[in-house]
T-cell receptor, first 110, second 113 residues
């Protein structure tokens, strides 16, 4: 079955860039997503990328997709303490039935 | 607030009791999803509706679970004879048409004692 893997933890200093990585196995994935979850809250859609794209930029967020290696990354520029949260990578082959990774906890220290 | 709304936010119940959760999707979103998230894990797909039709169910959805969306607007998820293993966050999400931007509610945290 489909699998999505992420590193579990990342720690950065405020003002640095953060890069969160994700790998997936489903070669039929058409959409790849990044969600943010703060403690006790639901998931906030940050950005998503269609599989025929290599890169997408949205303000401080840059998503890179290497379809050949099935590797997705999320770069957060000028990371702030408010960015501390769990970040989930997810893939879908359509109809929004997403397969999520276990999440990467990002800790931003002042 | 025009986001996905879930009620209640928290539910504590004793093993063997029945519970029901409600989800109100974003207005006019015709597809509605239920996911379950346990501690330290990502959400797992349970089921989804297009309008009032339930089109797909995960094998995670045992026969104790039933979901409905009677008029194609709000949805309910019922768990009968709850077990401790049902303790989780139950998340609802909705999406409009062929748009693949899935928006989640804040979830219902279920604790089965």
């Amino acid at each position: 079955g489909e699998d999505v893997e992420q590193s579990l933890f990342l720690s950065v200093r405020e003002g640095d860039s953060s890069v969160i990585n994700c790998t997936y196995t489903d070669s039929s994935s058409t959409y790849l997503y990044w969600y943010k979850q703060e403690p006790g809250a639901g998931l906030q859609l940050l950005t998503y990328i269609f599989s025929n794209m290599d890169m997408k930029q949205d303000q401080r967020l840059t998503v890179l997709l290497n379809k050949k290696d099935k590797h997705l990354s999320l770069r957060i520029a000028d990371t702030q303490t408010g960015d501390s949260a769990i970040y989930f990578c997810a893939e879908s082959s359509g109809y929004s039935t997403l397969t999520f990774g276990k999440g990467t906890m990002l800790l931003v220290s002042p | 607030d025009t986001g996905v709304s879930q009620d209640p936010r928290h539910k504590i119940t004793k093993r063997g009791q029945n519970v029901t959760f409600r989800c109100d999707p974003i207005s006019e979103h015709n597809r509605l999803y239920w996911y379950r998230q346990t501690l330290g894990q990502g959400p797992e797909f349970l089921t989804y509706f297009q309008n009032e039709a339930q089109l797909e169910k995960s094998r995670l959805l045992s026969d104790r679970f039933s979901a409905e969306r009677p008029k194609g607007s709000f949805s309910t998820l019922e768990i009968q004879r709850t077990e401790q293993g049902d303790s989780a966050m139950y998340l609802c999400a909705s999406v409009l048409g062929n748009n693949e931007k899935l928006f989640f509610g804040s979830g219902t945290q279920l604790s089965v004692l």
